[in-house]
Nanobody, 113 residues
Framework: QVQVVESGGGLVQPGGSLTLSCAASGFTFSNYATSWYRQAPGKERELVAT????????RYADSVKGRFTISRDNTKNTVVLQMNSLKPEDTAMYYCFAGIGYWGQGTQVTVSS
């Protein structure tokens, strides 16, 4: 069956870094673009970053440009979101969106001193 599993969240101080991973199975991962979304308490879910199916292109929300990097390894069916220079406003649940519309359960990122 289809599985999309995020990992790597945690508590980090402002200015710190975290690496989120998304592991997918049960479908042809390399046929689809993959995205990271986030949702903070009381706010709507927002798109953070998207990478094309071959990894050749990516797009970012203005709020994370220059700080976050999305990458993928189709041999391992994984997508990674490298987050640097984290800010308190990056605090949210981060979700991977893969395939034709599959969501993971999310991983919590908290940026606080």
């Amino acid at each position: 069956q289809v599985q999309v599993v995020e990992s790597g969240g945690g508590l980090v101080q402002p200015g710190g870094s975290l690496t989120l991973s998304c592991a997918a199975s049960g479908f042809t991962f390399s046929n689809y673009a993959t995205s990271w979304y986030r949702q903070a308490p009381g706010k709507e879910r927002e798109l953070v970053a998207t990478i094309t199916r071959d990894g050749g292109n990516s797009r970012y929300a203005d709020s994370v440009k220059g700080r976050f990097t999305i990458s993928r390894d189709n041999t391992k069916n994984t997508v990674v979101l490298q987050m640097n220079s984290l800010k308190p406003e990056d605090t949210a649940m981060y979700y991977c969106f893969a395939g034709i519309g599959y969501w993971g359960q999310g991983t919590q990122v908290t940026v606080s001193s």
